[in-house]
Every structure is written in C-alpha cells, then in structure tokens.
Nanobody
Framework: VQLQASGGGLVQTGGSLRLSCAAS????????MGWFRQAPGKEREFVAA????????YYADSVQGRFTISRDNTKSTMYLQMNSLKPEDTAIYYC?????????????????????WGQGTQVTVSS
C-alpha cells in the first residue's frame, strides 16, 4: 500500500487543522492505521491509532481530548482532526499502516510495528 499524507500548514495557537492520509493499492480495512509525528531534534512519537479491528482508538496523553482520529473506508482515507493546537504540536506528521499478521496490541504505540509510512506533512503552530 502507498500512503499519501496531506493537510498540514501554518496555524496560530488554538487553531485547527485536519490531516488526511490517502491509501492507494489496498483498502484501509486490511490495515491497522496510525499517526505519528516528529519534531525538530526529537524522536518520532506516537499520536493516535486504531486497533486492529478499527473499533478502538488510542491517543497519546499529549493530544487526548484535542485530536480525533477517524477513517472513511469507502475513500480509503484516514483523518486526524487537530483542535486547540499548541506550539508544541509543531512537527512533521506521518501516517502509517501495519499489515497482517498484525503486531500485538501493546505495540500499537510503537512505530516499529508499522510496515508502511507516508511521506509526512508539516504542521507548524505559531505562538
């Protein structure tokens, strides 16, 4: 599967953005999907993800209550709605997919358990 992330940009503190991740080649139902981010000088970190079934969502503590992960299987697209953005949310955001056999649930927040990555989209939050 090929993943294409988009929707990043420059926004002021408190603003909102919606990121999209379009999958080509296969349908989203076949994958466990997630979002990660990497800020300058920092390691990649988990943001949000779906469970293997897609019925459960997971969030990093730093974005819980502000970000919402969703998906439209008919469009093979995953979204990340980001509200109440803060300067510390500034990073390159990546979407990722884990293919069967899926990693165990405890690995959902680990980037190493994902097999495919999009190219990333830059999100910059100004103070």
């Amino acid at each position: 599967v090929q993943l294409q992330a988009s929707g990043g940009g420059l926004v002021q503190t408190g603003g909102s953005l919606r990121l999209s991740c379009a999958a080509s080649g296969r349908t989203l139902r076949e994958y466990r999907m997630g979002w990660f981010r990497q800020a300058p000088g920092k390691e990649r970190e988990f943001v949000a993800a779906f469970s293997k079934s897609g019925g459960t969502t997971y969030y990093a503590d730093s974005v819980q209550g502000r970000f919402t992960i969703s998906r439209d299987n008919t469009k093979s697209t995953m979204y990340l709605q980001m509200n109440s953005l803060k300067p510390e949310d500034t990073a390159i955001y990546y979407c990722a997919a884990d293919s069967p056999p899926f990693a165990i649930t405890s690995m959902t927040r680990s980037g190493s358990s994902y097999d495919y990555w999009g190219q990333g989209t830059q999100v910059t939050v100004s103070s």
